[in-house]
């Protein structure tokens, strides 16, 4: 099931994987798409009408354990379908993790923020013996070289990260790689040698000075919010002054939401049996492809068609999701969807890759 010809020689253009493997990854992004659920047990029930389930749930299997899936790869697939903003790319990085048995399983990502979702470009699987699963500097400096082979320090515009991503060392080699960066503090962390909400009670300084904070210069801001239990959100950033750092610190909310997506509302990320890195993080590349998909589909369909009041309501996720779904459960004697414009936005290249993954009629193995 959808490993057309005519979807194969599109994603052949930018992955460089034999045919084999290129028909089984379309295969499982159709499964995904259409079970929602990343279980192969599920997924392996519709990636062929013309096998038995067993095979196909064991070439699943196979696929995960010997293929050695280039990553980076699909990170260069998304970035070269996407069209690059004007000041540059704004990321987004943090952590999603779940237990499994008694595995905990984190995987650290860096996506790129579009259109309010952020979308994976790099990730990389925690060893079990992480500190309270949180990363440290030495594996955010690694994901970040991973980063550099696809996208130069100087295509970043911003890069925002939450209160886990702070350290002396950690900002002083962002900053000397020439990357923008702006992160979230604790009210109590040390800022001119008070404590962050502290000093914004007192704060004399303009938003244009800096301030000391762990031995660095950097611009402060905070602002009141109305969340949880903090009163007030404190950034740090080495380029943007307070005002324009708050404001784009905001996006970084657009990695939470991809963790939604990628999970409950869509993929059920946290269904997998898998525990090994090494294979979470090829199955994370599969959804990752599935979700750009998905949401591309739903970009075109709210840009090109008259929706409801009710498909208004729903998310560009889940109107990409649900839409998909309901032509992937079409049988194959059913007539293709060639009468949707494509007018929007998005990259030429993108657009039809997507709708080549709806018009594409199942083949057999």
């Known amino acids: 099931m959808l490993t057309s010809l005519k979807l194969l020689s599109t994603i052949n253009k930018k992955l460089t994987w034999n045919k084999a493997r290129l028909k089984c990854t379309v295969s499982l992004i159709r499964s995904l798409i259409k079970n929602r659920t990343v279980n192969l047990v599920i997924a392996s029930t519709c990636m062929t009408d013309q096998t038995k389930k067993e095979s196909e749930y064991r070439k699943a299997q196979r696929f995960f354990e010997k293929f050695e899936m280039p990553l980076l790869e699909i990170g260069m697939f998304i970035l070269t379908s996407l069209s690059k903003p004007k000041k540059g790319w704004t990321l987004a990085m943090d952590r999603t993790n779940w237990k499994f048995g008694n595995t905990h399983i984190n995987i650290l990502t860096l996506g790129v923020v579009i259109k309010g979702i952020a979308i994976p470009v790099v990730w990389k699987v925690l060893p079990q013996k992480t500190k309270r699963g949180?990363?440290?500097?030495?594996?955010?400096?690694?994901?970040?070289?991973?980063?550099?082979?696809?996208?130069?320090?100087?295509?970043?515009?911003?890069?925002?990260?939450?209160?886990?991503f702070i350290g002396k060392t950690w900002l002083e080699w962002l900053d000397a790689q020439g990357v923008p960066f702006i992160v979230r503090i604790k009210k109590s962390h040390q800022v001119n040698g008070v404590g962050a909400a502290k000093y914004r009670q007192q704060q004399k300084l303009k938003s244009s000075e800096k301030v000391g904070i762990w031995g660095l210069n950097l611009y402060f801001g905070a602002k009141a919010i109305q969340r949880g239990r903090d009163s007030h959100l404190y950034?740090?950033?080495?380029?943007?002054?307070?005002?324009?750092?708050?404001?784009?610190?905001?996006?970084?909310?657009?990695?939470?939401?991809?963790?939604?997506?990628?999970?409950?509302?869509?993929?059920?990320?946290?269904s997998t049996h898998m525990?090994?890195?090494?294979?979470?993080?090829?199955?994370?590349?599969?959804?990752?492809?599935?979700?750009?998909?998905?949401?591309?589909?739903?970009?075109i369909l709210s840009m090109t068609t008259n929706l409801t009041v009710s498909e208004k309501r729903k998310s560009i996720f889940r109107l990409g999701l649900e839409s998909l779904m309901e032509l992937f459960d079409k049988r194959e004697g059913s007539p293709p969807s060639d009468d949707i414009p494509i007018e929007s936005h998005l990259s030429l290249e993108q657009s039809y890759y997507v709708i080549s993954m709806v018009n594409s009629k199942p083949e057999t193995a």
């Open 235 to 270: 950034v740090i950033s080495n380029r943007f002054e307070a005002k324009e750092a708050l404001k784009i610190y905001k996006q970084r909310w657009a990695i939470e939401l991809l963790f939604s997506h990628l999970k409950k509302r869509g993929f059920n990320l946290e």
């Open 134 to 164: 949180n990363s440290n500097t030495a594996q955010r400096i690694e994901i970040l070289k991973d980063l550099f082979q696809i996208m130069p320090a100087s295509s970043i515009y911003a890069l925002t990260m939450d209160r886990e």
């Open 275 to 299: 525990t090994e890195g090494a294979k979470i993080e090829r199955l994370f590349g599969i959804v990752t492809l599935s979700f750009f998909a998905t949401y591309s589909w739903g970009i």
